[in-house]
């Protein structure tokens, strides 16, 4: 198990990527599908995330 945390430790230290930036997005659609409840078409819903990736 300490292995693992290991090699996690170092390959978040060796390489630049971070999942922050999706990590942002999943909470804005949990938000926006929180203050959405209640649409009648779940179309309107789908332009609403799209408009959120623009």
Same mark, same amino acid.
């Given at each position: 198990?300490?292995?693992?945390?290991?090699?996690?430790?170092? *390959?978040? &230290? +060796?390489?630049?990527?971070?999942? %922050?930036?999706?990590? %942002?997005?999943? +909470?804005?659609?949990?938000?926006?599908? +929180?203050? &959405?409840? %209640?649409?009648? *078409?779940?179309? *309107?819903?789908? =332009?609403? =995330?799209?408009?959120?990736?623009?």
């Amino acid at each position: 198990m300490f292995t693992s945390a290991l090699t996690a430790v170092l *390959n978040s &230290c +060796r390489y630049p990527y971070s999942n %922050g930036p999706i990590e %942002g997005l999943n +909470r804005k659609i949990k938000v926006l599908k +929180r203050s &959405c409840f %209640g649409f009648q *078409n779940i179309h *309107n819903f789908f =332009i609403r =995330i799209s408009l959120i990736y623009a």
